[in-house]
């Protein structure tokens, strides 16, 4: 599938580069020209690949940007919001709240330092500084993200159904921000290490089912609302691709000083 997607891909890309216009823009501007073809070169993580990811990182930006305007202005959302809370708080138990209360601590600030502390050295010990240095810079994107977003969308919780008291303000989800960026980090350099496909698939699968499940406590638990937490995933969704694009052109940028040095 992969190959037959470069094929595709290429093909349009020649077809392209015979167009009248095309070949009177390349003529034109040759260095813009050339800039632009490097960005959907295939064989490299900084031509098309990186170039995909921008563009999904922009698509979720805009995302977010919707949703949280929504929030802010469409009374829709905020009838799903109150209707989906009160939903979960009708089937709430108090053994499913407690198992919930557990599971929603492994996306709290202590989390990262614990996790991200281990994870650090098994790095360090393996001379990974980048991977280091991209999580570090994407937990520290998460947290400030969230303490900004907070401040300036001053969405208040919905304390009535609160199984917990939680004292700042609801959007968006902390919890679900850090599950993402956490997880979803520690997927990607697991994904990057291993080899098998089926420890890819669990690993991918397990950090997936876990964001998950954080994110459905924290409206279970009746502190946060459905759109919260949908707007935590997006903006951890971000910083994670934001952490593996740091990691791939820092090591293609290797990769490229290794063969200029070589003989």
Do not use: C
């Amino acid at each position: 599938m992969r190959h037959f997607l470069t094929y595709l891909f290429l093909s349009i890309r020649s077809w392209l580069a015979k167009q009248p216009l095309v070949q009177r823009f390349y003529r034109r501007f040759p260095g813009l020209s050339g800039f632009l073809l490097r960005r959907f070169d295939t064989t490299t993580f900084v031509g098309l690949p990186l170039t995909i990811l921008v563009m999904v990182i922009g698509v979720n930006a805009a995302l977010l940007s919707e949703l949280a305007e929504d929030v802010i202005e469409s009374e829709g959302v905020v009838h799903v919001d109150r209707t989906f809370t009160s939903f979960l708080y009708s089937m709430r138990s108090e053994w499913l709240s407690q198992t919930f209360y557990a599971l929603t601590q492994l996306g709290t600030r202590e989390a990262v330092f614990a996790v991200g502390g281990l994870a650090s050295i098994v790095f360090l010990y393996n001379r990974r500084y980048t991977a280091v240095l991209a999580f570090w810079l994407t937990m520290a994107g998460t947290g400030l993200s969230v303490q900004y977003g907070k401040k300036f969308i001053s969405r208040d919780r919905p304390t009535e159904v609160a199984f917990y008291p939680e004292h700042n303000f609801s959007f968006p989800s902390g919890h679900a921000t850090t599950s993402m960026a956490l997880w979803g980090i520690l997927a990607y350099f697991g994904y990057r290490h291993l080899y098998r496909r089926r420890s890819r698939i669990v690993v991918l699968a397990g950090a997936g089912a876990l964001i998950l499940l954080i994110g459905f406590s924290r409206i279970y638990l009746g502190v946060h609302f459905l759109s919260d937490v949908l707007a935590g995933f997006l903006l951890g969704a971000m910083w994670v691709l934001l952490g593996i694009s740091i990691v791939e052109v820092m090591g293609y940028l290797r990769a490229r000083k290794k063969l200029q040095a070589s003989p």
